[in-house]
């Protein structure tokens, strides 16, 4: 007989019901597909993909191995049927003494990763044999990559998925470990294994002769993932609003739920800072759940910058200042109250905006600029021996190019030669 020790049994056959079509993420999930037959301890890559997550060493046990050492049912740990088909996986969940420790965990990709505030109910069955003591957590681990790690210390993360009652001490039926997970979108492998340190593993006192009391033994089989529609829980965000500056969000939801904001933010509530749409996802242990969405609008613009705060404009040209139309209201020092105004004139013009909310100015120097004014070098001059001519301008007439390609706004002659210079500037 197969009893099923989990908080969530009526809530399961629900799902079952509702998704019987769902497709399990979890390749190879009974172990029955193999590259060989277990020979003896160790094996699990065997039972590809699975394989350990850190350097220590789980077994695979299957009725066609060669030896008893890792058969089914029978075997060098108990006696026990696999849950389904012929074969299971055996981790440690803890061994020796502190100095040396050795926690086991097997790993395995996901056929696809999964997705963004998508829900998915991960379970897997375990069973303890019965001349070894419980643990009272054992759990499941969702990453992005990988997860490995060197040696045989324990793996110390938060699984998502956790056993909840009690000590894992059935020596006769496959227990039942599952729970819900709202993705964040990527992950792609699952590692089941104990994700507690050496000392905040607990073990229950059962009386089995050392060395099994110490040395926490699981087989485990048919281990699942599978995306679920969250629906059955009634979630209400507020009605679109529009604010100055910023807007908490404060949901209407049932106790004891799971949050996920568009954001990525787990908490309760979300303040924000920013016009948008804003979605959130509640969900409980058993995927149960329900959305709602608000759109928020922040209305307080930036403040009103005319920039640069200063510039030149050609004689006859126009300055054109283009501003947002839909920050507000405009007034400029004239009393116009375009979002767009034009400058012909030098002098500082000014403008105010009135977003709804508050008040910001700017100002702008404008001035007018004519191309440079004719000038002459002279007529064409005869240089006696031992003499010498130099030209001497206003440095602020523009920029100076000499037929050399020198730029000084001066320049002596001493020897015979034609020269010339040009005197431009952003106008002429």
């Not at 110390?156 to 056993?163: A, K, M």
């Not at 409980?284 to 307080?300: A, Y």
């Not at 031992?386 to 602020?396: H, Q, R, V």
């Not at 020198?406 to 500037?425: F, K, R, V």
Request: glycine fraction near 8%; charged fraction near 15%.
């Amino acid at each position: 007989m197969q009893t099923r020790f989990s908080f969530a049994s009526s809530i399961m056959l629900v799902l079952l019901c509702l998704d019987v079509s769902a497709q399990n993420l979890v390749p190879n999930p009974s172990f029955e597909t193999f590259t060989s037959c277990p020979t003896s301890f160790s094996n699990i890559n065997d039972a590809e993909p699975w394989r350990s997550a850190t350097g220590a060493t789980p077994d695979y046990c299957n009725a066609c191995a060669f030896t008893w050492v890792v058969d089914v049912p029978n075997n060098y740990w108990g006696a026990q049927d696999a849950h389904t088909g012929v074969a299971y996986a055996g981790i440690l969940a803890r061994w020796g003494p502190p100095t040396n420790q050795w926690f086991e965990y097997i790993e395995a990709p996901l056929n696809s990763a999964m997705e963004f505030g998508k829900a998915y109910h991960i379970q897997f069955w375990v069973s303890l044999p019965g001349k070894y003591c419980a643990v009272d957590r054992l759990g499941a681990y969702i990453s992005t990559g990988q997860l490995y790690q060197e040696g045989a210390d324990p793996i110390l993360l938060t699984p998502q998925v956790e056993s909840n009652m009690g000590f894992l001490n059935d020596t006769l039926n496959w227990m039942l470990i599952e729970g819900c997970y709202v993705a964040d979108g990527g992950e792609d492998h699952i590692t089941i294994g104990n994700f507690h340190s050496y000392e905040d593993t607990n073990i229950e006192n059962c009386g089995a002769p050392y060395p099994f009391n110490v040395q926490p033994y699981y087989w485990i089989d048919d281990v699942s993932v599978q995306k679920v529609p969250l629906t059955g829980l009634e979630v209400d965000l507020p009605d679109d609003v529009s604010v100055c500056y910023e807007y908490t969000i404060e949901p209407d939801a049932p106790p004891d739920v799971h949050y996920l904001w568009s954001t990525g933010s787990t908490q309760p509530t979300l303040t924000v800072t920013q016009s948008g749409l804003y979605r959130l996802t509640i969900y409980d242990d058993l995927c149960n759940g329900g959305k709602d969405s608000i759109e928020v609008t922040i209305t307080n613009q930036p403040d009103v910058v005319l920039n640069p705060e200063d510039t030149l404009i050609c004689q006859g040209e126009n300055l054109v200042i283009s501003l947002n139309p839909m920050a507000g209201d405009y007034e400029w020092d004239d009393g116009s109250d375009d979002a767009t105004y034009s400058i012909s004139s030098a002098g500082t013009y000014s403008v105010t905006l009135d977003d709804g909310c508050d008040l910001s100015e700017d100002e702008i120097e404008v001035g007018v600029l004519d191309p440079p004014a004719p000038f002459s070098l002279g007529s064409d001059s005869i240089l006696c021996t031992g003499t010498e001519i130099e030209f001497m301008f206003d440095p602020s007439l523009g920029e100076f190019t000499w037929q050399d390609g020198s730029h000084d706004p001066y320049i002596l002659i001493y020897q015979e030669g034609t020269y010339a210079l040009t005197i431009s500037n952003m106008c002429g």
